[in-house]
């Protein structure tokens, strides 16, 4: 048996931790450990809502061997980073997929990844390495996410549609069919992208328009 490591601290990782009880291989070849904190220790109050211990942080939690690892951070540099900082340690990462995600057989998702409750991943749509998808949110045919990119809710992704690494995508955006969302852009939440957006800049609005 795994013992799955959270981490975060935060808002997010106990959402995490209950729709981890959901996901595929709870309580057969993986349980939930307890959480670490991220670079941002948290306070004593934010503490005591966590429903397990914390275990220490990313820079002293040392992996144990029946550890593996999920990362409750939704916004895409941090999260790479401290990823990257257990990976050093050797810390194995599992992908965690929730029950009542639709995944069609030839779909490929990365390790690492993150799929919330009722995510829809279509016919050779392709999920990247630790990118994070969040609840109601659904890829069409052939459209690929890049890895470390955090998507929030009910973000619809149009068939064919290509999103580089390390974006973002705010709750309830679209993309459209074909459309292009290059390296470390992003889209604030209801926006519609129609044909690209170009590497880190953020956009916003219907039709999704540039902002500073």
Known sequence: MKNLVIIGAGAFARELFYHAQGSLGYGKTWRVKGFIDGNVPIGEEEGRLLPMPILGDVFSYAPAADDVFACAVGTPEPRRKLVEIMRDKGANFLTLIHNTVIVQERAKIGQGAILCPYVTVNDLAVVGDFAFIN????????????????????????????????????????????????????????????KRVRANTKVFGNPAMVID
């Open 135 to 194: 609840m109601k949110s659904t890829l069409g045919h052939d459209a690929e996410i890049g890895e470390y990119s955090c998507v929030m809710a009910q973000v619809f992704f149009g068939g064919g549609a290509k999103v580089g690494k390390g974006t973002f995508f705010g709750s309830g955006a679209n993309i459209l069919p074909h459309a292009k969302v290059e390296d470390g852009a992003f889209v604030g939440a209801g926006s519609v992208v129609l």
